[in-house]
């Protein structure tokens, strides 16, 4: 069965840091992209990053502005990010995604209407103020 499942959500204070996961099974990496999106209450789904594995490539949303890092660890078939310097802004929903990069481009998986293959169930983060 194919699954993405986060972890590492919590309650952090304004500039604390929280690192989240997301496993994956049933499938690999190794042709996909993997995104990290947010869904703030009463707000749309907005992307904070995304690493496109077969080519390297990576984004991240405006609002980042270096204080955030997305990883894989290929071996564990795990997805990190590593987000610091949070903000208050931040709060949300934390899902992650994946998605074939065998026909699409990662650069696809970054446009507000991609479709993805797998999303997780999501993972909730609230900073404090």
């Known amino acids: 069965e194919v699954q993405l499942v986060e972890s590492g959500g919590g309650l952090v204070q304004t500039g604390g840091s929280l690192r989240l996961s997301c496993a994956a099974s049933?499938?690999?990496?190794?042709?996909?992209?993997i995104a990290w999106w947010r869904r703030a209450p009463g707000k749309g789904r907005e992307g904070v990053s995304l690493l496109s594995v077969s080519d390297g490539d990576i984004y991240y949303g405006d609002f980042v502005q270096g204080r955030f890092t997305i990883s894989v660890d290929n071996a564990k078939k795990t997805a990190y990010l590593q987000m610091d310097s949070l903000k208050p802004e931040g709060t949300a929903v934390y899902y992650c995604a994946a998605g074939t990069t065998a026909y699409r481009s990662g650069a696809y998986y970054w446009s507000p209407g991609a479709t993805y293959d797998y999303w997780g169930q999501g993972t909730q983060v609230t900073v404090s103020s």
């Open positions: 049933g499938f690999t990496f190794d042709d996909y992209a």
